[in-house]
T-cell receptor
């Protein structure tokens, strides 16, 4: 069975500072990994996905994530936070078979001016 | 292209009432799922379907029913609403995953349900 742990339910950063949102996964098979973003009162939007083609994955809005098998991690980063990045971020895992995505509990990102 | 459409966007029910949350997708996706989102709990899977006529239970199926008679539609039925079912409900769809094929889920805008 797959599972995802997101460390920190709330992260606060200053505008222009590095954003680091942590995600660790558990999977019995090579996982497919995703980061989604949810803006207030909206649905979830895909930020990026790990396809096994490259361990460093670039997504939209300047975000990227690095897959580290040895650490079972897929942390999300952005070099410089912007006010518009304030949202909730979800890490998700799939085994690529007939089961839907399994989500972490989410991390709310606040950006302080 | 509408993507995944959920109706209604908001709903208030009285305890014991039943209702159906609608979900439709126009991307010809085989896979469809229902999640509920509660504060601090992330998204939890209620039911899912891998194709027309095929459904299965997720993590929190009790009190909900689904059917999949067409590829496009995947309605979620609340049989007898309870305050514990107050939540935001999301429908998602995706193509079939496979070897070296990474499929992303597309989400609707959600239905905010309050049971009083």
């Amino acid at each position: 069975a797959q599972s995802v742990t997101q460390l920190g339910s709330h992260v606060s950063v200053s505008e222009g500072a590095l954003v680091l949102l942590r995600c660790n996964y558990s999977s019995s098979v090579p996982p497919y990994l995703f980061w989604y973003v949810q803006y207030p009162n909206q649905g979830l939007q895909l930020l990026l996905k790990y396809t096994s083609a490259a361990t460093l994955v670039k997504g939209i809005n300047g975000f990227e994530a690095e897959f580290k098998k040895s650490e079972t991690s897929f942390h999300l980063t952005k070099p410089s936070a912007h006010m518009s990045d304030a949202a909730e971020y979800f890490c998700a895992v799939s085994d690529g078979r007939n089961t839907p995505l399994v989500f972490g509990k989410g991390t709310r990102l606040s950006v302080i001016a | 292209n509408a993507g995944v459409t959920q109706t209604p966007k908001f709903q208030v029910l009285k305890t014991g009432q039943s209702m159906t949350l609608q979900c439709a997708q126009d991307m010809n996706h085989e896979y469809m799922s229902w999640y509920r989102q509660d504060p601090g709990m992330g998204l939890r899977l209620i039911h899912y379907s891998v194709g027309a006529g095929i459904t299965d239970q997720g993590e929190v199926p009790n009190g909900y029913n689904v059917s999949r008679s067409t590829t496009e539609d995947f309605p979620l039925r609340l049989l007898s609403a309870a305050p514990s079912q107050t939540s935001v409900y999301f429908c998602a769809s995706s193509t079939r995953p496979g070897p070296n094929v990474v499929t992303e889920a597309f989400f609707g805008q959600g239905t905010r349900l309050t049971v009083v």
